[in-house]
């Protein structure tokens, strides 16, 4: 009986032993797996990270403008990314890309008081939700050269149109652009063009007869809604020569306006 205990004892000593093993790792496996973990996740971490030279896309969830810089915090789907670029008019929600990048690890920016672990720093902003990468950089500009042209006056029926109070026509805004910058101006005119949501604006050109050619349209950004044929009273900030790139140039454009309809 005795020896009977005595084996029932030396095996379940035994079993214990392999458990407890089994629970718990030496030190040196311990910190193997460690490493393999930690290896993992920079193989990981550097695969989703985009090279040099390359892009990012995805939805701006945040943004800050300092220093003639303007900071973008991108989620491109897999996670979030800062990228910086020379002070462009984003705003929060709008899909864009950012183009030519550089990686800039631990950077230290002074006007912000901030230090990234890891910020982009970008040749440029492709305006709208749509990559140029997936399309040649010369259809690009094409297509941005497309939506700033404006249409032919003599298309269009100006009879009627008055300026309403405090404010301007076309050709005189253009006449007294140089004045007239970073204020806010108000026109009367009919919508010539209408393009929804490029970079999360709706788009307008906006005649009212006056002018010549290449002094008698206004493009209008705006987060209102508009018929071509439409005649509308818009009030707004007057910017001159506005660049976004790829093509999307003009010599006047009326931000963040305000419509009202006849």
Not at 68 to 81: K, P
Not at 84 to 105: C, L
Not at 141 to 168: M, N, R, Y
Not at 224 to 247: H, M, P, R, S, W
């Amino acid at each position: 009986m005795k020896k009977l205990v005595l084996t029932i004892l030396g095996i379940t000593m035994v079993m214990s032993l392999f458990s407890a093993c089994e629970a718990k790792p030496s030190k040196e496996t311990q910190a193997w797996i460690r490493n393999q973990q930690m290896q993992k996740q920079q193989q990981s971490a550097a695969a989703s990270q985009p090279e040099n030279g390359g892009s990012i896309s995805g939805v701006v969830v945040e943004t800050m403008n300092a220093g003639g810089y303007s900071y973008l915090n991108i989620d491109t789907g897999s996670g979030q990314v800062w990228a910086a670029v020379k002070e462009q008019p984003v705003t929060v929600g709008m899909t864009i890309t950012v183009e030519g990048i550089m990686a800039m690890p631990d950077f230290r920016s002074e006007t912000l008081d901030r230090t990234f672990d890891l910020i982009y720093f970008g040749s440029s902003v492709a305006p709208g939700g749509k990559a140029p990468g997936s399309m040649p950089l010369a259809e690009a500009i094409k297509q941005g050269k497309e939506h700033s042209k404006a249409p032919k006056a003599d298309e269009f029926d100006f009879s009627g149109i008055t300026v309403p109070s405090g404010g301007l026509r076309v050709g005189e805004i253009f006449e007294q652009k140089t004045d007239l910058k970073g204020k806010t101006v108000k026109l009367r005119g009919k919508v010539v063009k209408f393009v929804p949501q490029v970079m999360g604006k709706n788009w307008l050109h906006i005649q009212d007869g006056t002018g010549s050619q290449g002094t008698n349209d206004i493009t209008v950004t705006t987060a209102a809604t508009a018929a071509v044929g439409d005649i509308i009273t818009v009030e707004g900030v007057l910017a001159v020569d506005k660049d976004f790139g790829y093509g999307y140039l003009y010599d006047l454009i009326i931000e963040e306006a305000k419509l009202s309809s006849e």
